[in-house]
């Protein structure tokens, strides 16, 4: 099994930045790319963002483009550097990671971000 441990969550105003981690521990091996999904309250789980081990660009959901850059520290870190923070970004962010078409394999427990107007 692959344990995911996220922090950094918080609450900050608008315009604010935050930067969540996310480390992995156990079978390690099992997966190359790790990523972020967020769940605001009322809605579903969306996707933020992944990147590979495979030194690949990373992507991005449209809505976090150009405020949200993902990170890798070696193999098992993954970063999220959230800049421009809007109260819209209030969430749980949850890490992930696997490999594959369907990537998400395993699953962090999560950190809440809430951004105050």
């Known amino acids: 099994q692959v344990q995911l441990v996220e922090s950094g969550g918080g609450l900050v105003q608008a315009g604010d930045s935050l930067r969540l981690s996310c480390t992995a521990s156990?079978?390690?091996?099992?997966?190359?790319?790790m990523g972020w999904f967020r769940q605001a309250p009322g809605k579903e789980r969306e996707f933020v963002g992944r990147i590979s081990g495979s030194g690949g660009m990373p992507m991005y959901a449209d809505s976090v483009k150009g405020r949200f850059t993902i990170s890798r520290d070696g193999k098992n870190t993954v970063y999220l550097q959230m800049n421009s923070l809007k109260p819209d970004d209030t969430a749980v962010y949850y890490c992930?990671?696997?490999?594959?078409?369907?990537?998400?394999?395993?699953w962090g427990k999560g950190t809440l971000v809430t951004v105050s107007s």
């Open positions: 992930a990671a696997g490999q594959g078409p369907n990537w998400a394999d395993y």
């Open positions: 156990g079978r390690t091996f099992s997966f190359t790319t």
